[in-house]
């Protein structure tokens, strides 16, 4: 599997479930998983989108050790995407409204907890490796990117 047909599974992938789960690792070198609404955006490829606020945990614990793995999944657990990176915290209105655009609809929840626009701020998972794991046919395939 190449980049580009991997990067297009995974998109078809979120388009579809909307959410995946997003692992970091806490101060104290412990492993945490939260829900998110990652979002692909066209124009800039090879790289993962998210949505949160500086009030949360997850901010600190990304300045500290910025390595995340989220994972993806089809609603009948057949697919299961993986992707390694880097997180950049940008602070950019314009990046803001961009990502904002994509996954609003799906942050139903997350209004719930964080009502201050004000906090937001985007998580940019910049792709190093992903794998596509098919369980119910026992195949798996990692690619690098570089």
Do not use: C
């Not at 101060?27 to 829900?35: A, I, K």
């Not at 993962?48 to 793995?69: C, D, G, M, W």
């Amino acid at each position: 599997m190449k980049q580009d047909e991997f990067l297009l599974e995974l998109e078809k992938m979120i388009d579809k479930v909307k959410t995946g789960l997003l692992a970091t690792v806490d101060t104290d070198g412990r492993p945490r998983l939260r829900w998110m609404s990652p979002a692909i955006l066209k124009e800039r490829r090879g790289a993962l989108y998210a949505i949160t606020s500086n009030h949360f945990a997850k901010l600190e614990q990304l300045r500290e050790n910025p390595q995340v793995e989220w994972m993806i999944q089809s609603k009948s657990l057949d697919k299961v995407m993986y992707v390694d990176g880097r997180v950049n915290v940008v602070e950019n209105s314009s990046m803001i409204n961009e990502v904002l655009e994509v996954v609003n609809p799906q942050l139903r929840v997350f209004w719930n907890v964080n009502n201050d626009q004000s906090s937001l701020v985007v998580l940019e998972t910049v792709i190093e490796a992903g794998t596509l794991f098919l369980p119910m046919k026992g195949h798996r395939e990692e690619i690098q990117f570089g």
